[in-house]
């Protein structure tokens, strides 16, 4: 497995399909910010192309994704996650403009949110099946990203995950995933605290240190089913973005 350490060590490659443990090492924070460079996220849309799953620090929580039908499936087996609970897909405020069926003001709500008060969220809303870019996901991967005509995307999460969301964009992937730890014993913030399962199921993954919004409750994004403005989970920032609806969009969000 490709392992890159966003540090400056380089690409590594485990002849046992291991990462190298580096708990020793304590990463502050802020190591999850800054920019991602393109040749990173297109080496981890190449494995992913190959049928492999990459393993990614998001601002919210590391996660694991793929774009084909074993990789989706490694996913699910590896977490033990039920095909009840599709997975999301990496996405910006614009490919959600482009493909969540939504009244205007609401697309402005989740602009708003992202360039204005730059804090991580997922909008599920009903979706463009006909969109250029789901046209080409296999029908098993979005049959599991998709829920009652719902998509799950996942918004500005930060650089390694918008990194990803525009050059697969640009190269007319999908990519999809889920939070990278077994399922139901809460999200991980460091790759060195990822299971050994997860991890021996992904043939890529980036070292970006400690996720922003690492917590001790284990809490992944928020989620917001945009239909109703309903709360579908409380994560990471939800206080926050609660205010804001309120406040800034004289919106209650429902649980």
């Known amino acids: 497995m490709h392992a890159f350490d966003s540090h400056g060590t380089g690409l590594q490659l485990s002849h046992n399909h291991t990462f190298r443990e580096e708990a ?6 802020e190591a999850a910010t800054g920019s991602a460079s393109q040749s990173e ?8 192309q190959a049928g492999g799953c990459a393993i990614l620090p998001l601002d919210v929580a590391y996660a694991i994704v793929g774009t084909t039908e074993p990789a ?9 996650r039920s095909y009840e609970k599709p997975s999301g897909m990496f ?17 402005a709500i989740a602009q708003v949110i992202v360039e204005e008060y730059r804090l991580p969220f997922s909008i599920v809303a009903p979706f463009r099946a006909d969109h250029p870019l789901l ?11 998709t829920k009652a005509g719902t998509l799950d995307m996942l918004i500005n999460a930060g650089k390694w995950h918008d ?41 890529f993954a980036i070292d970006g240190g400690t996720s922003r919004y690492a917590n001790a409750e284990g809490k992944s994004s928020t989620i917001v089913d945009f239909r109703e403005f309903r709360l579908i989970r409380r994560g990471v920032c939800c206080e926050r973005l609660t205010e804001i ?11």
Not at 24 to 29: A, F, K, S
Not at 91 to 107: G, L, P, Y
Not at 135 to 145: I, K, T, Y
């Open 24 to 29: 020793d090492r304590t990463v502050p924070t």
């Open 41 to 48: 996220a297109d080496a981890a849309i190449d494995a992913m």
């Open 72 to 80: 989706i499936r490694r996913i699910f087996a590896a977490k033990g």
């Open 91 to 107: 996405a910006t405020w614009e490919m959600s403009r482009e493909i969540h069926v939504m009244d205007a003001d609401r697309h």
């Open 135 to 145: 046209r080409a996901v296999d029908p098993f991967v979005l049959q599991n990203s």
């Open 163 to 203: 990194a990803v969301a525009r050059r697969a964009l640009a190269r007319g992937i999908a990519v999809f995933g889920s939070s990278a730890n077994r399922s139901l014993t809460g999200s991980k913030y460091r790759l060195a605290d990822i299971e050994p399962e997860i991890r021996e199921a992904a043939a």
């Open 245 to 255: 609806f309120q406040d800034r969009f004289g919106i209650a969000l429902k649980d």
